[in-house]
């Protein structure tokens, strides 16, 4: 099956594909989508990054089909009638599994097609797990989300190669990326 991506928002993208997925061991496997995001760090970043303040966020989350009732139900209580108001409502409130999406392709590594796509500045961050990672800055939104669309959606098939990987790291708050996903799957 294809790749399917959907605006959530201005600043938010939903893909997925029937293909990916976790399996615990027992039971179905979890149908995994990816949630990119357009963040503005605002003023605060290092020097020369200032007219570069947009990063991309990415998170794992179970696909709606495969999320715990009750993350649904409070969707809809909210008035999230749709399934991508779902997804969003769902990924706003609970979160999901972050993932460092410029591991696709490291962003100084660049060349070829992403190194046209968007004008970026790359700079080393921290990880939550305390590593150096590059991370890529836009300029503006629409910079962010052009790239998002055009090439982290366009191979996050990469990406679900290495869900184990992805899922056995420690998260912030405790817990792997398999204890995130189990927390918002059916139960």
């Not at 660049?110 to 590593?131: L, R």
């Amino acid at each position: 099956m294809m790749q399917t991506v959907k605006d959530l928002s201005d600043s938010i993208l939903y893909v997925e594909n029937e293909q990916w997925q976790c399996s615990f061991g027992h039971g179905k496997p979890v149908k995994l989508g990816l949630v990119l995001e357009a963040v503005d760090l605002g003023q605060s970043g290092k020097s020369g990054e200032e007219s570069f303040p947009y990063v991309i966020d990415a998170y794992l989350i179970p696909q709606p089909e495969c999320m715990d009732e009750e993350l649904l139900e409070e969707a809809k209580s909210e008035g999230a009638l749709t399934r991508e108001e779902q997804i969003r409502h769902v990924y706003e409130c609970d979160g999901g599994v972050p993932v460092n999406i410029d591991a696709l392709q490291p962003a100084k590594a660049s060349c070829g097609f992403s190194s046209f796509v968007a004008d970026s500045s790359i700079s080393s961050v921290k990880s939550q797990s305390g590593e150096e990672i590059e991370v890529r800055h836009f300029q503006d939104l629409e910079e962010a989300m052009l790239f998002a669309r055009d090439f982290y959606a366009a191979y996050a098939h990469v990406l679900i190669g290495f869900i184990d990987v992805v899922l056995d790291s420690s998260l912030r708050a405790g817990g792997t990326g398999w204890d995130k996903i189990r927390g918002m799957t059916k139960k």
